[in-house]
């Protein structure tokens, strides 16, 4: 299983980007999160959406701005972030889980990040 993220870019404070997170076999197995890491930091949980979409949970810091969807007929998860902040800066990585989890150890694979950059 391999998983490639899209969407890295530069933007600034109050726009909007989305990332997307390729599976190359079928998805529909797997829970799928997105993770990010800002310089000096640890990587965090952002989000993360269950296999049949219907479990849906977010860090406190992005909730009501970014949202996590998946098309299990494309093996695609999107994260749609908006009204993105400085603070927001970060290597986003996403990832595949057999067990819904907001911690990073039940992964089981990952992809290799792609780079957001907000500017004030």
């Known amino acids: 299983v391999q998983l490639q993220a899209f969407g890295r870019g530069l933007v600034q404070a109050g726009a ?23 310089p000096g ?16 949970y977010y860090a406190d810091s992005v909730k009501g701005r970014f ?13 749609q972030m908006n009204r993105l902040e400085p603070e927001d800066t970060a290597v986003y990585y996403c990832g595949a889980s057999r067990v819904l989890s907001l911690t990073e150890p ?6 290799h990040g792609t780079l957001v950059t907000v500017s004030s």
């Open 16 to 38: 909007s980007l989305r990332l997307a997170c390729a599976v190359t076999t079928s998805s529909v197995s797997y829970n799928m999160g997105w993770f990010r890491q800002a």
């Open 41 to 56: 930091k640890e990587r965090e949980f952002v989000a993360v959406i269950s296999w049949s979409g219907g479990l849906i």
């Open 67 to 79: 949202t996590i969807s998946r098309d299990n007929a494309k093996n695609t998860v999107y994260l």
């Open 106 to 111: 039940p992964y089981d694979y990952w992809g």
